[in-house]
Structures are given as structure tokens and as C-alpha cells.
């Protein structure tokens, strides 16, 4: 079964340091991943589609990264209004999208 | 584009009533989904509609919960009749032929 697994569950930075957001997955031929940034009573807002092993994607100061196992969103010198839930997300059937759990992102001033 | 439209935003209801929860998705986009949000269980997928047609059901818990899509520009989540373990966040989105969904606001269902 096609599992997508995030860690840590929450982090806490302070601005300006940077880190690291995990994201394994298990599936029988990938055929993309997705991040997804979740302000809160909002919907998720999509931020990139990675789709091949050492692909990059970069948005102001995110970058995520591809393996045959796990992605990675790097987040550089984050200010506080990165705080938000990101998601990530592989195929399901069709279109749909079989989301992680998230991980909360807290940056304090 | 004002994006997808769910309404209610906020619905209280009490066990064993019906609710329904609308969307309207973005125009031109012909694919569909309903997603149900809660801490234990993070973002489900429900149902996935493609042109107006089911495409997976298999995320619908049980029989009182059911969807329609009557045409391209909107779709109904029923459940009937409603449990407290409904309450939760429920999210639409639409797409346009790709994995890239659009999500709405959503609608969160208090079920007391």
C-alpha cells in the first residue's frame, strides 16, 4: 500500500534558522510528489511538483529536494509568516492525492 | 477566478440529522474531490469525481455518507444521518486534468 510518512510532526524555529522538513514515502512507481502549504481554516495552497530522483523546485526561501525514497523542503532563513502546516502528497487513484499527516511549522520573532 | 466555493463554512448540527456541505469548483476544471481533515487522521480523500462521473469512492466510510455531481459546476457531500465522529474539516478541491488541486476553504462540521 502507498504510504507517504512526515517528520518531525512539529518544529519550532526561531527566524532565521534554517531547516529541514522530511517526507518518506513508499510507492510502486512514483508518478509525482507533492508539497502543500496549509495556513490555518484555510485549504491546503500548492507549492511544488517534484517528479524524478535529484529534482529541485525552489520558491523564495523553500527549496525541496527528491529522492528514490523521501523528499526533503528546506526552508533558509525563515521569517514568521512561513509558519504554516506543510504537506506533502503522492498519487492515488487517477488525480487524487494521498496527503501525510503534516508537519507544523512555528518560526518565532 | 474566485476559486472554489464551499458552503457552509461552519455547520453545528445534532446526531442523527442530515447535513449537506456544496462546492463549487473552479471553472473548466473537470476533476473533483472531496477530503475530510482531522488531527488523528490528517487529509482522507472521500470521493474523486472525473467530468462529473465517480471516479473512487473507496474513501466514503459507509453508507450515510453519499455525493453527487449533478454538473461541471457543483457538487453536494451528504450524510445522513449524521455522528459525532463525523465532526471534522471538510475540504473540496478541483483540478484541471493534473494532480494539481485547488482546495477550498472547507467546511467545518460540528456534529454534537
Known amino acids: 500500500e502507498d504510504q507517504v510518512t512526515q517528520s518531525p510532526e512539529a518544529l519550532r524555529l526561531q527566524e532565521g534558522e534554517s531547516s529541514s522538513l522530511n517526507c518518506s514515502y513508499t510507492?510502486?512507481?512514483?508518478?509525482?510528489l507533492f508539497w502543500y502549504r496549509q495556513d490555518p481554516g484555510k485549504g491546503p495552497e500548492f507549492l511544488f511538483t517534484?517528479?524524478?530522483a535529484g529534482e529541485e523546485k525552489e520558491k523564495e526561501r523553500l527549496k525541496a529536494t527528491l529522492t528514490k525514497k523521501e523528499s526533503f523542503l528546506h526552508i533558509t532563513a525563515p521569517k514568521p509568516e512561513d509558519s504554516a502546516t506543510y504537506l506533502c502528497?503522492?498519487?492515488?487513484?487517477?488525480?487524487?492525492?494521498?496527503f501525510g499527516k503534516g508537519t507544523s511549522l512555528l518560526v518565532t520573532p | 477566478d474566485a476559486g472554489v466555493i464551499q458552503s457552509p463554512r461552519h455547520e453545528v448540527t445534532e446526531m442523527g440529522q442530515e447535513v449537506t456541505l456544496r462546492c463549487k469548483p473552479i471553472?473548466?476544471?473537470?476533476?473533483l474531490f472531496w477530503y475530510r481533515q482531522t488531527m488523528m487522521r490528517g487529509l482522507e480523500l472521500l470521493i474523486y469525481?472525473?467530468?462529473?462521473?465517480?471516479?473512487?469512492d473507496s474513501g466514503m466510510p459507509e453508507d450515510r455518507f453519499s455525493a453527487k455531481m449533478p454538473n461541471a459546476s457543483f457538487s453536494t457531500l451528504k450524510i445522513q444521518p449524521s455522528e459525532p465522529r463525523d465532526s471534522a474539516v471538510y475540504f473540496c478541491a478541483s483540478s484541471a486534468e493534473t494532480e494539481k488541486q485547488y482546495f477550498g476553504p472547507g467546511t467545518r462540521l460540528t456534529v454534537t
Open positions: 517534484l517528479y524524478s
Open positions: 471553472s473548466g476544471h473537470n476533476s
Open positions: 469525481f472525473n467530468n462529473n462521473v465517480p471516479i473512487d
Open positions: 510507492v510502486s512507481g512514483l508518478r509525482g
Open positions: 502528497a503522492i498519487p492515488n487513484s487517477g488525480y487524487a492525492l494521498n
